[in-house]
């Protein structure tokens, strides 16, 4: 059974994965994408975002840009894929579609 800590972070990495992949080709940095889970009601700190763009980069979901702060990030061909439901993957929560 996964823990409220756990839960909180597969559906952060959902809701990145679901912004990043609004935007076909287009990378966003790590202090966007904490401003813009903000206004879904998560509150990330930027390490924290950090840390899921390397864990969603490791899974092949997003490639790194740019590492140099901030960090920026762009959604793969897999990351479109989880994005619009085609595929799951273990440690992002499901879509709530």
């Known amino acids: 059974m996964l823990t409220a800590k756990q839960l909180k ?3 952060q990495r959902r809701c990145t ?3 990043l992949g609004e935007d076909s080709d287009d990378a966003c940095n790590v202090h966007i994408l904490c401003s813009a ?3 879904l009601g998560q509150d990330v ?3 924290e975002m ?3 763009a390397n864990w969603l980069a490791e899974a ?3 490639e790194i ?3 140099d702060p901030p960090m920026t990030v762009r959604a793969t061909r897999r990351g479109h894929h989880v994005a619009v439901g085609d595929i799951d993957v273990r440690g992002v929560a499901r ?3």
């Open 9 to 11: 972070a597969e559906y």
């Open 17 to 19: 994965v679901d912004l």
């Open 37 to 39: 889970l903000a206004e």
């Open 45 to 47: 700190r930027v390490d």
């Open 50 to 52: 950090v840390a899921h």
């Open 60 to 62: 092949g979901l997003v």
């Open 65 to 67: 840009v740019h590492r």
């Open 95 to 97: 879509p709530l579609r």
